[in-house]
């Protein structure tokens, strides 16, 4: 089943730091630009980054810029999203997607359907 797999969420403490992991499971990442989504309880998914496919292209949402850096490891087929200074406001299940092809530059991947999403790992941020 092809599908990525999100990993590293947890409890982390307000201006803590987390790195979240996503992985590909049956094919490679290779010629995908990949983003990040989350969603808390009672609210829309939200595009939170997105990286295009050669990595040289990224895109976040105004919440977490400057906070949250978005990258890649092709020889780990691994897309990563590490998250600095959070917040409560940042809990939520984040999920990745792929949201385009090689050319794909995330200008809008907020609007993005994406595919092969997975379960989501949950990010909670609390004292």
């Known amino acids: 089943q092809l599908q990525l797999v999100e990993s590293g969420g947890g409890l982390g403490q307000p201006g803590g730091s987390l790195r979240l992991s996503c992985a590909a499971s049956?094919?490679?990442?290779?010629?995908?630009?990949i983003g990040w989504f989350r969603q808390a309880p009672g609210t829309t998914r939200l595009g939170v980054a997105c990286?295009?496919?050669?990595?040289?292209?990224?895109n976040y949402v105004d919440s977490v810029k400057g906070r949250f850096t978005i990258s890649r490891d092709s020889a780990k087929n691994t897309v990563y999203l590490q998250m600095n200074d959070l917040k409560p406001e940042d809990s939520a299940v984040y999920y990745c997607?792929?949201?385009?092809?090689?050319?794909?530059?995330?200008?809008?991947?907020?609007?993005?359907?994406?595919?092969?999403w997975g379960q989501g790992t949950q990010v909670t941020v609390s004292s």
């Open positions: 049956g094919f490679t990442l290779e010629g995908s630009a």
């Open positions: 990286i295009s496919s050669s990595g040289g292209d990224t």
């Open positions: 997607a792929e949201v385009g092809g090689t050319y794909y530059t995330c200008k809008d991947f907020q609007n993005r359907h994406g595919n092969y």
